[in-house]
């Protein structure tokens, strides 16, 4: 599984960098570092007023917050790796 962090200007704003560690350490807690790339990328042009654009695999998922995250991991990440 490849997951993209959007760190262009409108998402680095919104916490970019914050989702990024909160991403790499949920691969760890979940020992998916072998299963999981994770990698920046620039707008993916999905921006939304809240949160930061994250891209799985194929799928684009704007709006990621802090607040939203764990729900986020379970549902886009663990549940797409079972």
Known sequence: MIIQ????????LKGSM?????LKKAIEDNHLERDVTLAGSFCTGRCNRNGVTITVDDDVYPGVTKEGFR????????????
């Open 5 to 12: 962090v959007c760190v262009g200007s409108s998402c680095h």
């Open 18 to 22: 914050d989702i990024v560690g909160l």
């Open 71 to 82: 729900d986020f991991f379970q549902e886009k990440v663990l549940a797409k790796l079972k």
